[in-house]
């Protein structure tokens, strides 16, 4: 059996991208992960110690794309996707969003964005 945790519009300040103005300085990014691991446990006994914390989630995956700097939001997922599923062996999946909320395209685009499935 597996749920999923959700985490939705995490805001994370990181340097992320190919061109010169990119890696110039920092720029919002949003990133959304799918936890998948078995909560039946914590269903039933509602003790936070039988799931694992979205808190935990949320600060692995932003201090990894941070520390990354990376060129790629490919890239970018990856370390994500790699820094929650190290928080604990319950997780057996990780689906990582991260999308740029001021994309460097000459067209009118809201975001873009990679979504990356890692799992065990």
Do not use: F, N
Request: with cysteine.
């Amino acid at each position: 059996m597996h749920d999923t945790i959700e985490v939705r519009g995490l805001r994370v300040l990181a340097v992320c991208g190919v061109l010169d103005e990119e890696r110039r300085g920092v720029q919002p990014l949003s990133v959304d992960l799918d936890v998948e691991l078995d909560a039946q446990r914590a269903a039933a006994s509602d003790d936070l110690d039988d799931t694992v914390s979205y808190a935990l989630m949320c600060e692995a995956a932003a201090e990894a794309i941070a520390d990354a700097s990376p060129r790629l939001l490919e890239h970018a997922t990856d370390v994500a996707g790699l820094a929650v599923l190290a928080l604990d062996p319950r997780i057996s999946a990780v689906t990582v969003t991260v999308t740029k909320l001021r994309p460097p395209v000459a067209l009118d685009v809201a975001t873009t964005g990679v979504r990356r499935r890692l799992a065990r």
